[in-house]
């Protein structure tokens, strides 16, 4: 089993919806999260960072880390057709080698006109 | 904003070339990283550097070596290219030292590399 699972996707909706991104993890020790998002040819661009438990919201994106479930969530309201990208999240803990980030496979979106 | 400038976007080489992938970031990151990105198997950590001329190991070092000579510059060297190597290459940095090394890590724009 992966230490962390993301759904692959694809993920197509309409232009307005409100998209909800996930990942699961094992690793209880992780308490630091990370959202990024990816254009086709291009580096992935971090979105949110979030420490421990709740919630962080910033514009149309809201991140959300439920620690007891070991679930992490990425929700986007008035999804526009310029968020058609991969999200990759990501997340570490303060223990050990805490530089290395442990990635999901990333779920890609698209957002249809 | 942090600004991580990878050298190339696109690169071809022959199997067998020593081929070099610079990378150099401008905002005093003590960390930078080296991950290849392939369909299906996402971010792969190749080598990390925490300090200048340190490096660390990632998950997939093998024919792949670093150097860090400056702060701002993370070199990664393919020793003998072969053909399992064509990849993207992504270079990253991110702040912070010891506990305070949680931080996100910041992204360049990748290098595409084909070894024919």
């Known amino acids: 089993q992966k230490e962390v699972e993301q759904d692959p996707g694809p993920l197509s909706v309409p232009e307005g919806a409100i998209v909800s991104l996930n990942c699961t993890y094992s690793?209880?020790?992780?308490?630091?999260f990370m959202w990024y998002r990816q254009y086709s040819r291009k580096g992935p661009e971090l979105l949110m960072y979030?420490?421990s438990s709740g919630n962080k919201e910033d514009g149309r994106f809201t991140a959300q880390v439920d620690k007891s479930s070991k679930y992490i969530s990425l929700f986007i309201r008035d999804s526009q057709p310029s968020d058609s990208a991969t999200y990759l999240c990501?997340?570490?803990?303060?223990?050990?080698?805490?530089?290395?980030?442990?990635w999901g496979l990333g779920t890609s979106l698209a957002v249809n006109p | 904003d942090v600004k991580v400038t990878q050298s190339s976007r696109y690169l071809v080489k022959r199997t067998g070339e020593k081929v070099f992938l610079e990378c150099v970031q401008d905002?005093?990151?003590?960390?930078m990283f080296w991950y290849r990105q392939d369909p299906g198997l996402g971010l792969r950590l190749i080598y990390f550097?925490?300090?200048?001329?340190?490096?660390e190991k990632g998950d997939i070092p093998e024919g792949y070596s670093v150097s860090r000579e400056k702060k701002e510059r993370f070199s990664l060297i393919l020793e003998s290219a072969s053909t399992n190597q064509t990849s993207m290459y992504l270079c990253?940095?991110?702040f912070g030292q010891g506990r305070y090394s949680n931080q996100p890590q910041h992204f360049g724009d990748g290098t595409r590399l084909s070894i024919l």
């Open positions: 990253a940095s991110s």
């Open positions: 905002m005093d990151h003590e960390n």
């Open positions: 550097s925490y300090d200048v001329k340190m490096k």
């Open positions: 690793n209880s020790a992780f308490q630091y």
């Open positions: 979030t420490y």
């Open positions: 990501a997340m570490s803990s303060p223990a050990g080698n805490n530089r290395k980030l442990i």
